[in-house]
């Protein structure tokens, strides 16, 4: 149920952010998501188009996602280089001290509606 509780978050946060703004119904749901959470994007569309039913204000919403690489940072070299989940080693000095930098959010980045 990962993607299940992820969909519940989204629907939460875009009734905030169209309330905020005025919106009455929102068209397009643009969401960014890291691939160190291994979200599964057609399962999180299914969560999501289910869950927009109970919405009037999101019931025509598409929802649009965008995967975003693992970057991780080498604490020792400095280097920035594209990571798979679960396997973080710098590609210049072989370190596996680093820190993810991009990829470890998720997160809505746009919506669209009126
Ligand atoms: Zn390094």
């Known amino acids: 149920m990962h ?24 068209y397009e749901i643009v969401v960014v998501c890291g691939k160190l959470h291994s979200v599964i994007p057609e399962s999180l569309k299914f969560f999501f188009d289910i869950m927009k039913k109970e919405e009037d204000m999101l019931i025509d919403a598409n929802l649009i996602i965008k995967e975003e690489e693992i970057i991780a940072k080498c604490l020792d070299c400095g280097r920035e280089f594209l990571s798979e989940v679960n396997f973080f080693k710098c590609p210049d000095c072989g370190s596996v001290r680093n820190e993810i930098i991009k990829g470890n959010h998720i997160f809505i980045s746009s919506i669209k509606g009126e």
Do not use: D, F, T
């Open 3 to 26: 993607e299940g509780s992820i969909s519940q978050n989204i629907v939460e946060e875009v009734k905030k952010i169209a309330i905020m703004n005025s919106l009455s119904k929102v």
